[in-house]
């Protein structure tokens, strides 16, 4: 490909509105162009990164035996209800109608299309195992989309659905395969990831995996054992604790302390306490004078009592709210307790039948600041401060002590078992001719979100560093004076022709500009080989070689360039 033929669209410095490292480059090089709040339009150059993810996963599906086919991304509200998911998925469901007044939703996963079709076209035992996929558009109108493609609203992403006749076969020719077929995919792509065990929430068992991608800047937590090969996410490393004999989220709680303003809230989100369960006698420490504690639980609950006790010799006043000075504040069902201007204990101990998605935390200066309209805007929570509350814990799985790393959901494989097929009635005859329903899973890779962890994974100060299977390009030629040297020109035009022979996917930036931006631009698109072709070289017959990841540069004859990147 030839610079003057493509579209490259590089930005000195990132909008301000990208806080990732990926996000920042990702439109500093041109990859995506944000349209909107969650959308993106795949710029020809970050076009090229996603057909290749695609082709990987794609080819790894196929060799696992997964059939592709294509569904529509519009469809019908009749199947999300009879499935119960309409009413269930709430706001991330987009809902549209058509001009006869027919309501529809935008997918943001494809579970009930798939099995309508599958109660239709399969009937025996004969016709199983099956495993379909498709590559598809998805759209689930996020809360908060951020992070570009990260959190996106729109995305691509690949999921597919297996179909058994019993829970062995669900595990042996549906679960085991992708689970593998997924450890190949995040190889090839050359990402450094690690599978953890989820939460299978309602239909319950441990038949669920995430794929994280392991960074500092992911949104998710993983547990992990110092000792054993145990991690899970802390979703359900929370759950476990909780089952547990001890009231892990109390002792949790009641360990954090000062400077654990933020922490006990962060960690009360980061635990994610579920929604219904029961919670009781949070006991909240402060150690400093001054120190301010709120928790503001959204949801149904009751307080019973709340009762603080000061720390002995230390002075201050007591400012504690009243439970009927809550209520009045935030009526019923809202809610916050802690101590104003404080130092000791607070007790508080209350039921909570259902707890939103939301507790959130506030020190003293947002609670001022935002007059008690605080909430989504409150301060990220910071990871560390939970990272030291909770570690050393002995861990979940009984060895060793319980360690957090923060980690990039890329791929998430799940075992269903009934709970679509029961719903929609897919069954089929077994070998007695009696009628079963089916077992099923289903399996997704987030594709774009993967192009944006990898960058998360392989970046420095100069841009972008792609492993080979995903860069857009596998070398660059940088012609210094491509239009007013005759010499690099015929060299450039040379080497070009000997490596797209030999099937590299090279670009000749041919584009009329200063060495130093061709240059810099070449490092920003992270290519990892790249030939710069100057007149003073080439007097010696020389091209400069460099590796991007290493940054290594030698000066290699014009002739055998092509040989080295073979
Ligand atoms: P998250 O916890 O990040 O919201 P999820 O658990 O809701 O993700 P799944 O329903 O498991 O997502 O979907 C499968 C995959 O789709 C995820 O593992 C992720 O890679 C990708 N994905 C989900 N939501 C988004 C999004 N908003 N933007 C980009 N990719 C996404
Ligand atoms: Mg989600
Ligand atoms: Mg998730
Ligand atoms: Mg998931």
């Not at 579970?111 to 004969?126: F, G, H, N, P």
């Not at 360990?255 to 009360?268: F, R, S």
Request: aromatic fraction near 8%.
């Amino acid at each position: 490909m030839k610079a003057s033929q493509f579209f490259i669209s590089t930005l000195k410095e990132a909008p301000t509105e990208a806080a990732l490292a990926s996000h920042k480059l990702m439109l500093r090089a041109g990859l995506i162009k944000a349209n909107a709040s969650g959308l993106y339009t795949w710029m020809p150059m970050g076009l090229r990164v996603l057909r290749k993810v695609e082709a990987v996963v794609r080819e790894e599906m196929n060799r696992a035996g997964a059939i592709e086919l294509l569904m529509p991304v519009i469809q019908p509200a009749d199947l999300w209800k009879e499935s119960g998911r309409w009413d269930f998925y709430g706001d991330e469901l987009l809902r549209i109608t058509d001009r006869h007044d027919n309501l529809f939703c935008f997918s943001p996963t494809c579970e009930e299309l798939i099995t309508d079709i599958v109660r239709k076209e399969i009937t025996s035992y004969k016709q199983l195992p099956k495993n379909f996929y498709h590559i598809q558009t998805k759209f689930r109108d996020e809360r908060r989309p951020r992070f570009g493609v990260m959190r996106a609203r729109e995305f691509i992403m690949k999921d597919a659905y297996s179909f058994h006749t019993d829970y062995e076969s669900l595990v042996r020719d549906g679960y085991q395969p992708m689970y593998d077929a997924y450890c190949r995919v995040f190889d090839r792509l050359g990402l450094d990831y690690r599978p953890v065990a989820a939460d299978t929430g309602s239909i319950g068992g441990t038949g669920s995996h995430e794929f994280q991608v392991l960074a500092e800047s992911g949104e998710d937590v993983i547990a992990y054992s110092s000792e054993s090969d145990f991690a899970a996410n802390i979703e359900l490393a929370a759950t476990l604790r909780q089952s547990g004999e001890r009231a892990p989220a109390q002792e949790t709680l009641a360990k954090v302390h000062t400077p654990g303003v933020k922490t006990i809230a962060a960690l009360v989100e980061f635990l994610q306490i579920p929604i219904e369960r029961t919670l009781k006698s949070i006991v909240v420490e402060g150690e400093e004078e001054g120190e301010l504690v709120l928790l503001l639980l959204r949801g149904d609950h009751e307080f019973n009592e709340i009762k603080a006790e000061k720390l002995p010799g230390v002075k201050s006043p007591l400012a504690m709210a009243s439970p009927e000075a809550i209520q009045a504040q935030f009526g019923a069902n809202g809610g916050s307790l802690g101590p104003v201007g404080f130092a000791g204990k607070v007790y508080a101990d209350f039921a909570v039948e259902k707890l939103a998605d939301t507790v959130i935390g506030a020190n003293a200066d947002d609670w001022h600041y935002t007059g008690f309209n605080f909430g989504r805007d409150c301060p990220e929570p910071e990871f560390a401060d939970i990272r030291n509350a909770v570690e050393g814990d002995p861990s979940p799985c009984g060895k060793g002590y319980l360690k957090l790393a923060r980690g990039i959901e890329v791929g998430h494989v799940f075992q269903l078992r009934d709970k679509y097929s029961a719903a929609l009635k897919a069954s089929f005859l077994d070998n007695n001719g009696k009628s079963q329903i089916m077992e099923m899973g289903c399996y997704g890779i987030g594709i774009t979100r993967i192009v944006a962890a990898a960058i998360e994974q392989n970046n420095d100060e100069r841009g972008i560093i792609w492993t080979n299977a995903m860069a857009p390009f596998q070398a660059v030629i940088v012609p210094m004076n491509y239009k007013k040297s005759e010499a690099v020109r015929a060299a450039a035009d040379q080497i070009y022709a000997e490596l797209s022979a030999a099937g590299i996917d090279v670009l000749l930036d041919d584009r009329d500009e200063r060495a130093g931006v061709l240059l810099a631009d070449s490092e920003l698109l992270g290519i990892p080989h790249r030939i710069a072709i100057g007149d003073r070289g080439l007097k010696e017959g020389k091209v400069e070689y460099t590796e991007r990841r290493s940054g290594e540069t030698e000066l290699v004859a014009a002739g055998e360039i092509a040989a080295k990147l073979k």
